[in-house]
Structures are given as structure tokens and as C-alpha cells.
């Protein structure tokens, strides 16, 4: 019912910063939240970020608060995380993620890597 798209992933020095941006499309009316997570090697994905589309309110992990801030167009249905002082932890694979409305189902990207070395 809904696709995600992912683009911006990338390589950079500790430091750094990256944008990341996810389109959504389908059945965008359905979508309730939208967000970020991410997926370090051997570990389960966890959430970054969320937005949600209803009101722009907005939450982070711990440890992205004050480096990474997720905005949203609703109109448009797409999200954007903006990640700043990027650090090695930071490395692995983003998925936007999208959250329907009536039945609280997640829909994935496919992911886009980030990489940041030292």
C-alpha cells in the first residue's frame, strides 16, 4: 500500500554531516508517522527518529538528540533527517519507515548505507 524510497546515504569523515531523504508514495493517506531507523551490523534496528504526520511532533534516540533532527512535509509525504557531527557508531543502514493510520502496520525502505570513519 505504500512504498519508501530512500536517497542521501553516503561515506564521510567523523564529523560530517549527511541528509537523508525518504518519498513515500501509494496510499500516503494512510500514513500516521514517519521515521528513520537504523540498523548497525548484528544488531536490530532501532529507531533514530520519528515524525509524525498529523501534528510535525517529532522524537529521538539518545544518542542522535541534538546531532540529527527529522523534518517532514506532509503535503508531500516525505521525510528528511538531517545528520550532523556524525560519528563511527553512527555507521550502518537507514530505513525510513512508515506508520498506517487504522492498523498501526510498518511499511520499509530498503535502506541506504552511511558510512563514517575516522
Known amino acids: 500500500q505504500v512504498q519508501l524510497v530512500e536517497s542521501g546515504g553516503g561515506s564521510v569523515q567523523a564529523g560530517g554531516s549527511l541528509r537523508l531523504d525518504c518519498a513515500a508514495s501509494?496510499?500516503?493517506?494512510?500514513?500516521?508517522?514517519m521515521g528513520w531507523y537504523h540498523e548497525a551490523p548484528g544488531k536490530e534496528r532501532e529507531l533514530v527518529a520519528r515524525?509524525?504526520?498529523?501534528?510535525?511532533?517529532?522524537t529521538y534516540a539518545d544518542s542522535v538528540q541534538g546531532r540529527f533532527t527529522i523534518s517532514g512535509d506532509s503535503a508531500k509525504s516525505t521525510v528528511s533527517l538531517i545528520m550532523e557531527n556524525l560519528k563511527p557508531e553512527d555507521s550502518g543502514i537507514y530505513y525510513c519507515?512508515?506508520?498506517?493510520?487504522?492498523?498501526?502496520?510498518?511499511?520499509w525502505g530498503q535502506g541506504t548505507r552511511v558510512t563514517v570513519s575516522s
Open positions: 519507515n512508515a506508520v498506517v493510520r487504522i492498523a498501526g502496520l510498518n511499511y
Open positions: 515524525y509524525w504526520s498529523s501534528d510535525g511532533a517529532t
Open positions: 501509494g496510499r500516503v493517506f494512510n500514513i500516521h508517522a
